[in-house]
């Protein structure tokens, strides 16, 4: 079973314009991550944050946490066409570093 | 750091044959692990090693899954008697350290059961 569900499932936009997804997750966790993946290829991680945490930036990527909704958002700024890629967020709910992914948000920039 | 590298990238087998995979982690990372993806899903745990031993294994791994890492570097996982429905993606990550730590992903090997 999978801890967080993402959303949107897809999400289409422009360059230069800002894309937005969201994570729900279901238990407390110890962080939650965000990974990006193209078409076939393996993850790359984008960013940690940690439960105590509240925002984090890192480059064109802003993350936040609310632990109480037990959510996450992840924003780009200024879209690239090269960010076209699934993202997904990736909760680790205890000491042991297993972590769980959503179904992830499947990203599409356009020139 | 020449990242973490699995073989083969692609395998295409016949249904009721065994294929191994192997992972090389990052040097000196001391946790591996497996994980399996599907068309369209976030990869699933399967199981992970500290060191060499094995300290987690999902309840979804069949008995026909094992996987070693038998002197704490590359690990192997085999599938024995395959069948169509493991056909995925197999993705093996590292980290240092433990619980906190970002873990870096492999390109990934491919299964397709035939």
């Known amino acids: 079973s999978q801890q967080g569900e993402e959303d949107p499932q897809a999400l289409s936009i422009q360059e230069g314009e800002n894309a937005t997804m969201n994570c729900s997750y279901k238990?407390?966790?110890?962080?939650l991550q965000w990974y990006r993946q193209n078409s076939g290829r393996g993850l790359v991680h984008l960013i940690l944050i940690r439960s105590n945490e509240r925002e984090k930036h890192s480059g064109r990527l802003r993350v936040t946490l609310d632990t109480s909704k037990k959510s996450s958002s992840l924003l780009i700024t200024a879209s690239r066409a090269a960010d076209t890629a699934s993202y997904f967020c990736a909760t680790n709910p205890d000491s042991w570093g297993k972590l769980q992914f959503g179904a992830g948000t499947q990203v599409v920039v356009t020139p | 750091d020449t990242g973490v590298s699995q073989n083969p990238r692609h395998k295409i087998t016949k249904r009721g044959q065994n294929v191994t995979f192997r992972c090389d982690p990052i040097s000196e990372h001391n946790r591996l692990y497996w994980y399996r993806q599907t068309l369209g899903q976030g990869p699933e745990f399967l199981t992970y090693f500290q060191n060499e031993a094995q300290l987690e294994k999902s309840r979804l791994l069949s008995d026909r899954f094992s996987a070693e890492r038998p002197k704490g570097s590359f690990s192997t996982l085999e599938i024995q008697r395959t069948e169509q429905g493991d056909s995925a993606m197999y993705l093996c990550?590292?980290?240092?350290?433990?619980?906190?730590?970002?873990?870096?992903f492999g390109p990934g090997t491919r299964l397709l059961v035939l």
């Open positions: 238990t407390s966790i110890n962080n």
């Open positions: 990550a590292s980290s240092v350290r433990q619980g906190t730590e970002t873990q870096y």
